[in-house]
């Protein structure tokens, strides 16, 4: 089964200052991998998704991961953080199910907080 | 709006009490899904539809657990005889089959269990 692990459960920064969270992953073949961003009172928003094309990719709101197979990572990254980027960001793997659906595995989350 | 949408969003209900939620896709989407996420956690997947078939239900929690999509347009998850582990974010998801699925989540029902 594939997995994912963040490895931090609370991320702090400065506004304007860069922010990174860390993912890793465990899978036995080409994973497809995404981010989701979840604010208070709202659904899950895709930032991100990786399929086995450039292994940098850009996301919304200036977002951006690099998958590293070598090191099984997938981690999520921003130049400057702004006000509005505080939220749950959650590190995801998918499985093909039945008729090719995807069933997606989240990993923990990573609270970030922006500080003024 | 044209997003998913989730009724009711908070559900309060007393132990061994019966509840059903809804979930309405985005209208074109073919394939739904039901995910639970209680607190600290990510999301745990729990069952998917295609129109109205249910492919894929082994991680339904357990036999008080069923989902259905009579339409193949919304969807209704139910839980019998409601236990306080029970208390949890129900999120449903929808999507258009294909090469690029992208899943948009609705807002969830916040289910607490007394």
């Known amino acids: 089964a594939q997995s994912v692990t963040q490895l931090d459960s609370h991320v702090s920064v400065s506004e304007g200052t860069p922010v990174l969270l860390r993912c890793n992953y465990s899978s036995s073949y080409s994973p497809s991998l995404f981010w989701y961003v979840q604010h208070p009172n709202k659904g899950l928003q895709l930032l991100l998704k990786y399929t086995s094309a450039a292994t940098l990719v850009k996301g919304i709101n200036g977002f951006e991961a690099e998958f590293k197979k070598s090191e099984t990572s997938f981690h999520l990254t921003k130049p400057s953080a702004h006000m509005s980027d505080a939220a749950e960001y959650f590190c995801?793997?998918?499985?093909?199910?039945?008729?090719?659906?995807?069933?997606?595995?989240f990993g923990g989350g990573t609270r970030v907080l922006v500080k003024p | 709006d044209t997003g998913v949408s989730q009724n009711p969003r908070h559900k309060i209900t007393k132990r061994g009490q019966n509840v059903t939620f809804r979930c309405d896709p985005i209208s074109e989407h073919n394939r739904l899904y039901w995910y639970r996420q209680t607190l600290g956690q990510g999301p745990e997947f729990l069952t998917y539809f295609q129109n109205e078939a249910q492919l894929e239900k082994s991680r339904l929690l357990s036999d008080r657990f069923s989902a259905e999509r009579p339409k193949g347009s919304f969807s209704t998850l139910e839980i019998q005889r409601t236990e306080q582990g029970d208390s949890a974010m129900y999120l449903c998801a929808s999507s258009l089959a294909g090469s690029t699925e992208k899943l948009f989540f609705g807002s969830g029902t916040q289910l607490s269990v007394l």
């Open positions: 995801v793997v998918s499985d093909l199910i039945k008729a090719a659906g995807n069933k997606l595995t």
